[in-house]
Structures are given as structure tokens and as C-alpha cells.
């Protein structure tokens, strides 16, 4: 069976119609093998205000079915998840690359959030609040706040969508969802499986889940859209300069989860073998493809040479390959212009007197896929290239000797999504988490960057756009606080004491 055969009966398993993956526009490349597994009919910006005028009259409805009983809609959406978690996560694979292990463990994040969002659906908690005036009472409510559109990126193709519309359902909004062009068959299996939990639910009312194809265009008319209340853009930080300003200039409410160049500090004390396993993951896993991905590493001079060879070491050993048909723990890289990227930021780094360790093409017999050994490059500065985002698996290693000098570094960059220090000195590490250490909205004590889970709030700070989703309250992000005072008395007193006797 080759891969085209293998995707169809995927879809097929999972419940999506033929005619969604045969005979359309957009043709969908394995990065496996770089051969076309399916083409998928795209949307029009007319399908799309279609589909955001559905949602809107969903959430006529849905705003008022009471929010536990929202929840339901999420459980069975997780069960129906935990039955085809090996199907989604197998297309996961053939779709965007990843390692059987990873591609399962995003659906497992998918159920993970589902039943995060069941315990919220009864917790969407508002204050009391002491009021000043006699016979009144202040309190404030969570409100469905409308309409959510989800702009998702290729590499989490289909975590990030479940945990914005998890969290969106049990609030009270229905959903439009517009995938990555690189990636609309998980989507469409997503879709079959909600389909199916739909029906186990009854009463949804028609439009509450909605999916457009389409490259940023479409992702555009959804941006545009005054009756699209919130939008939640998952990408680059070239996508969300372009997003926030448009949302903005309408007033919308926007949650971006834009690039990252993450960082790590290796102190003095930190034990060196857990922190070797530890960057290895952060740094090579998922190709170097997630978000979260450990670009810069900050090694203390004192142990610089106990460290760097072993993980020299490991970036010359690691398997690279298809994760398919062998054990590779480094896949492909998305695409030809990922690749390419990759070598332009190598280069780059070798005028500045980097030294590159790996990097090269690795060829697995087809010609359209692009497998590249990881790069390890020690820098002699933190400058240039290094303070980019490259999508793909660099990591610039550079020597410091005092700290300040590492959260400095740490800090000077663009992005602030996630960090991480390794040391067993409980001074350094509370600096670290302090105000005055990483500036990122995801910090961390002897783990690396990636791989969070779903309890804690996910996002980060400056040119990471500032969005928080998944645990947490993030919930706030997807309802419109009322605060509401309410007088049983028979008097009419005003606040700081304000008369107006008529
Ligand atoms: P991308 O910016 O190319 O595309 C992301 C999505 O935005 C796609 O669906 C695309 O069609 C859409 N889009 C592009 N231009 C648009 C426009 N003008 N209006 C509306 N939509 C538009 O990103 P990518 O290559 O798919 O993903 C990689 C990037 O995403 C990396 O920078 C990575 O760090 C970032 N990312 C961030 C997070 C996070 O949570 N912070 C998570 C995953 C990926």
C-alpha cells in the first residue's frame, strides 16, 4: 500500500467523505516522501462569511444552553478522540512528519484538554465583591463572548485547534477553524470526529463548528470579520503583525501565539547527564518544528567542555529518518523552503565564526522530502542570526561566565515564549523565575523549553504576541465580564458619597 492509499483509508476510518480529499484544488504533500497523498477542496471568502454568518446564529442558541451541559459536548468529544487516537495520530505522521510517539501524543493533548474543559464547563467562577453602598450587592458573570475564529499553524496542526474550542464550547462560542494550508487532513478528520460527538449530543445547534480551507486569505476574511468576536492566530510573528493591527483597528479581541527563540542557561551545578537528555529533546524533537523548540543554549565556561562534546556527540548520532518505516527519532522538515531556511541561517552563522556541527541533508531516496541532520553551532557571540527564529533544528551554544550576562542574553531577543535554567543552586533558580530573570511567559527549572502540558497557561510575552491559551484561567480569553450591582434596598445611595437630591 503506498501512502496515498494509506491516507484514504485513514480518512476513511476516521469518517471523513471521499469527496473531501479527492478532486479538489489544494494538493497535500507527505514532507515523508514528498509524494501527493490527497486533494482537498478549498473554501472561497464566501464559504468563509458563510460559515462565520452559521456561527453567529449558533451562538444565538448556544450562548444559553447552560455550561455544564456544554461540557457534555467536550466529553464525548474527548471519547470520541480516545477511540481514534491511533487513526488521527498515524495521519498526524503522514501529514506534517512526526514520530508515531508524537503524532499520538497530540491527540493525547487533545483529550488532555477535553477533560480540562469538562472540569471549567462548572467553574466558569465570577466574584462577589464588597460594595460601599447599604442594601447592594456587587457581582460580576461570565459571558459567552461570541464567535471564535482559529487560525492554526502546520506544526500543531490539530492540538492548538482543540484547545482553543474546547475551552470555546464550554464558554458558549461556536467555532470557525481555518487549518494550515499544509495541513488539512487532520482537520478534516477532526471534523468527522466532532461530527460524530455532535450526534451523541442531540440538540448542538447546526453551525457551532465550522471549518474553512484555505491559505492566509481566508484566514483573512476571518480577521476582517466584525461578527468574528474573537480570533485566535496560531503562527509566525510575520502572520501576527499582520492579524493583531487588523483585529485591533475593529476592536475585536485577539489571542496570538506568534514565533519563539527560546533559551536555556546551563549553570555551574546543573547535572550535566539529565541536562544532556534534556536539550536533546528540546532542541531535535519534533525536527526542531515546535514553537517551543530550544534554539540557544547558555553553558557556564566551567563545564562547557564536560557538556558540549557529549552533545556533539548526540547530534552526530541521532537517527534521522523516516519515522515510519524505521526508529528515527528526527523526521523531515516540512518543506523544501524550511530546509532551505535552515541552510541560509547555517551559512549565516559560519560568516559569523560559527562552528557547525551537522546540518547537512541526510537522503532518504526522495528526491521532494527534506531530512536534515540537526545543527549544533557554538557561537562566539550572542549576535546576528542567533537572535532570529529559524524553523528548524539549530541550536547556538555560547559560553558565559557570570550570570547576569545569561538572563541579559536570555532576554534580548524579539520572542518570549518559553526558557529554561539547569542548576541545582536554588539562587539561581528562583533568580531565573523572578522578575528580574526570563522575561518569557513559559519558565523552567532543569527541563527544557518544550513539551508543556495542558494545565498551565500556554504563551508568551513581546513578539510572541501575549496570548494565553489552554489551562489555567485562560478560559477568561473566549467570555466578556458583566459586573452587576444590584440594590434591595429602598434607598437610592451613590458611590464616594455623590448627592443628587431632585
Ligand atoms: P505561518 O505564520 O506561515 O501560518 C500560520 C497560519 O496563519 C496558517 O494557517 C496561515 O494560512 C495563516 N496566515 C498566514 N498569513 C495570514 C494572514 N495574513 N491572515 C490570516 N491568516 C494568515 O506559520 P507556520 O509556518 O504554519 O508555523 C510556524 C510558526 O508558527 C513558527 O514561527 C512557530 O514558532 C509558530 N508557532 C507558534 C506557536 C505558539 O503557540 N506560540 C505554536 C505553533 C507554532
Redesign the pocket.
Known amino acids: 500500500m503506498n501512502m496515498a492509499e494509506e491516507t484514504a483509508q485513514l480518512l476513511a476510518r476516521l469518517g471523513v467523505a471521499k469527496a473531501a480529499y479527492t478532486s479538489g484544488d489544494l494538493a497535500v504533500t507527505s514532507p515523508l516522501t514528498g509524494e501527493e497523498i490527497a486533494t482537498v477542496p478549498t473554501d472561497s471568502p464566501a464559504d468563509t462569511t458563510a460559515a462565520i454568518k452559521n456561527a453567529k446564529t449558533a451562538f444565538s442558541t448556544w450562548r444559553s444552553v447552560p455550561a455544564p451541559r456544554r461540557g457534555e459536548l467536550v466529553r464525548l468529544f474527548g471519547e470520541e478522540l480516545r477511540a481514534a487516537k491511533q487513526d488521527l495520530g498515524r495521519l498526524l505522521s503522514i501529514e506534517v512528519g512526526k514520530i508515531p510517539s508524537e503524532g499520538e501524543g497530540e491527540v493525547q493533548e487533545m483529550i488532555d484538554i477535553c477533560d480540562f474543559a469538562v472540569g471549567i464547563s462548572r467553574q466558569l467562577y465570577g466574584l462577589t465583591i464588597a460594595t460601599e453602598r447599604p442594601g447592594h450587592r456587587m457581582m460580576e458573570q461570565w459571558h459567552p463572548l461570541g464567535p471564535v475564529g482559529v487560525?492554526?499553524?502546520?506544526?500543531?496542526p490539530v492540538a492548538?485547534w482543540s484547545w482553543n474550542t474546547a475551552l470555546a464550547l464550554v464558554c458558549g462560542d461556536p467555532v470557525i477553524w481555518?487549518?494550515?494550508?499544509?495541513a488539512p487532513l487532520t482537520a478534516l478528520g477532526c471534523m468527522a470526529i466532532m461530527a460524530r460527538a455532535l450526534e451523541k449530543f442531540g440538540d448542538a445547534p447546526e453551525g457551532l463548528l465550522n471549518l474553512v480551507i484555505g491559505?492566509?486569505d481566508i484566514?483573512?476574511a476571518?480577521?476582517e470579520s466584525p461578527d468574528v468576536a474573537l480570533i485566535s492566530?496560531?503562527?509566525?510573528?510575520?502572520?501576527g503583525k499582520?492579524?493583531g493591527p487588523k483585529v485591533a483597528e475593529r476592536f475585536g479581541r485577539v489571542i496570538l501565539?506568534?514565533?519563539?527563540n527560546n533559551a536555556g542557561i546551563v549553570a555551574p551545578s546543573a547535572d550535566l547527564d539529565m541536562t544532556l537528555r534534556a536539550v536533546a529533546f528540546g532542541a531535535m524533537g519534533t525536527a526542531g518544528q515546535?514553537?517551543t523548540t530550544l534554539r540557544r543554549l547558555f553553558v557556564h565556561s566551567s563545564i562547557y567542555d564536560k557538556l558540549v562534546p557529549g552533545l556533539k556527540k548526540a547530534y552526530q548520532s541521532v537517527s534521522v529518518g523516516n519515522p515510519l518505516t524505521g526508529e528515527a527519532l528526527v523526521g523531515p522538515l516540512i518543506d523544501k523552503q524550511a530546509f532551505d531556511q535552515m541552510q541560509d541561517a547555517l551559512a549565516n552563522a559560519k560568516e559569523a565564526g560559527g562552528k557547525v556541527t551537522g546540518g547537512e541533508r541526510v537522503d532518504e531516496g526522495h528526491a521532494d522530502a527534506y531530512y536534515a541532520r540537526p545543527a549544533l553551532v557554538e557561537m562566539p557571540k550572542h549576535e546576528g542570526i542567533v537572535r532570529q527564529?529559524t524553523?528548524a533544528p539549530i541550536l547556538y551554544v555560547i559560553k558565559y561566565d557570570n550570570l547576569e550576562d545569561a538572563v541579559r542574553w536570555h532576554n534580548e531577543v524579539g520572542a518570549g515564549?518559553s526558557s529554561c535554567i539547569f542548576t541545582l543552586d536554588m539562587q539561581e533558580a528562583e533568580l531565573f523565575l523572578s522578575a528580574a530573570g526570563s522575561d518569557c511567559g513559559i519558565a523552567n527549572v532543569n527541563i527544557a523549553t518544550s513539551g508543556a502540558e495542558i494545565g498551565g497557561a500556554?504563551?508568551?510575552e513581546k513578539e510572541?504576541?501575549g496570548g494565553r491559551?489552554s489551562g489555567s484561567d485562560a478560559w477568561k480569553g473566549y467570555m466578556r465580564r458583566a459586573t452587576n450591582t444590584i440594590n434591595y434596598s429602598k434607598e437610592l445611595p451613590l458611590a464616594q458619597g455623590v448627592s443628587f437630591d431632585i
Open positions: 487560525i492554526s499553524a502546520f506544526n500543531f492548538v481555518k487549518p494550515s494550508e499544509k491559505a492566509g484566514g483573512a476571518l480577521v492566530a496560531t503562527g509566525s510573528t510575520r502572520m499582520i492579524v501565539e506568534l514565533g519563539g515546535r514553537c527564529e524553523f515564549l500556554f504563551g508568551g510572541t504576541g491559551e
